[in-house]
């Protein structure tokens, strides 16, 4: 008789389901993996752009158009 094979065969069925399950979750992490260290590429080449540009790393961008004292005086 051949039912072990046809136990056998139903097996597989489920552990192409577990397989094909285990690498779309492999292959979702690595992507969100991915999308991580683009997005520290992407800072670290802005922080060197905006050093070149004569800003300093840890130094916050102050408008230099309009004095602060301008503000308070259009409050009035």
Do not use: W
């Not at 492999?26 to 992507?31: F, G, I, Q, R």
């Not at 004569?54 to 308070?72: A, I």
């Amino acid at each position: 008789m051949k039912l072990p094979l046809l136990f056998r065969r139903d097996r597989t069925v489920i552990k192409r389901a577990d397989v094909q399950d285990q690498a779309e979750k492999v292959l979702a992490e690595s992507l969100r993996m991915l999308s991580q260290v683009c997005t520290k590429v992407a800072d670290l080449i802005e922080t060197q752009r905006l050093e070149r540009a004569g800003y300093s790393h840890n130094t916050y961008l102050r408008r230099l158009d309009n004095p602060p004292g301008d503000v308070e005086r259009k409050k009035e």
